[in-house]
């Protein structure tokens, strides 16, 4: 695990102290526009706490536009370094309590991962936890289940590192599943429950993959595995 530096600590506090400026700001700018009653107050924190994290997810996503976290190594002492450390700081301190908590619902956690960069298809949601989330990319009628891991990072002692997973159209994540970085899963395919699917593993479409670390143990029915409109057609 690399250390922190101070400087990064600088940015971050900056860019957490606009988000919550603003968001305490427009808070109260938008309490003595709205007739609230007896709900002034109640109605200030909500919408402060809403509005910081706005903020600061709008902060977050303008940082790595210009400062892009790029895949692959991320070399000792760079500048790619100083900007995932910045950008790790954004992960633990604001976002990964909320991606963990399981209080926020299903559909709108799926705004959130769309909000960190996570390219999701139509009707695709996860109820797991999507790290790295610029860095996953899933097709349409996909799930991630219940405290499923999606992890597209390396930390193996100083060796820290991106690599994007890919998951194809209609494909399941099980529940407590865990796939590390550089994964490929193919349309149809599933991953069972509680399986690990190691770095760099290829999964092809409509396979079945279970175990620790997981292993091909079987398919689905090949109409599981035709394209969407193609099976509508059969």
Do not use: C
């Amino acid at each position: 695990m690399r250390k922190i530096n101070s400087w990064q600590i600088v940015v971050f506090s900056l860019l957490l102290t606009l988000a919550v400026s603003m968001g305490i700001g427009l808070a109260l700018l938008l309490a003595r526009l709205i007739p609230l009653g007896g709900y002034h107050e109640i109605a200030v924190v909500f919408f402060s706490g809403l509005l910081i994290y706005s903020f600061a997810l709008f902060f977050f996503r303008a940082f790595l536009l210009f400062f892009p976290l790029r895949i692959g190594d991320i070399p000792e002492e760079s500048q790619q370094e100083f900007v995932y450390h910045v950008y790790l700081l954004f992960y633990l301190i604001l976002f990964y309590p909320i991606l963990r908590s399981g209080f926020v619902p299903v559909p709108i956690m799926r705004l959130v991962y769309l909000g960190l960069g996570a390219k999701l298809g139509a009707n695709t949601y996860s109820s797991g936890i999507i790290l790295d989330a610029q860095f996953v990319e899933i097709g349409r009628n996909s799930i991630v289940g219940q405290y499923a891991l999606l992890v597209p990072h390396v930390i193996e002692g100083k060796k820290l590192a991106h690599y994007p997973i890919q998951l194809g159209n209609n494909v399941t994540i099980g529940a407590g599943a865990t796939v590390l970085s550089g994964v490929t899963i193919g349309d149809g395919a599933i991953v069972s429950t509680g399986a690990v699917v190691t770095k760099g593993t290829q999964i092809g479409p409509g396979e079945i993959w279970g175990g620790i670390p997981a292993k091909l143990i079987g398919r689905t029915a090949p109409s599981a595995q035709l394209p969407e409109n193609a099976a509508k057609s059969v």
